[in-house]
């Protein structure tokens, strides 16, 4: 699965992109989100606050109980992102 940070996002994990394997049990973005605030601490502050991260999965975007696949590429952004 390839993951896209945008904005202050690219910040707090270190990182503007990343692929990973897709955990076991990680079905959809709640619980995506979850497992990156396990490897990004900092990320895992930022999507505390609901509403502040947003995420596309394959370029659409999405609400939090959309599924994600290992073939998916997912973004997240905050809701404003300047050039």
Request: charged share 20%.
């Amino acid at each position: 699965m390839k993951i896209l940070y945008f904005a202050w996002l690219r910040q707090r994990t270190g990182t503007s992109t990343e692929t990973i394997d897709l955990p076991p049990g990680v079905t959809n973005v709640t619980e995506l989100l979850a497992h990156l605030g396990e490897r990004h601490p900092s990320f895992a502050e930022a999507i505390s606050a609901r509403g502040v991260v947003r995420c596309a999965v394959n370029q659409r975007h999405v609400d939090r109980d959309h599924p994600v696949t290992a073939a998916d590429e997912v973004a997240f952004f905050p809701p404003v992102t300047g050039g």
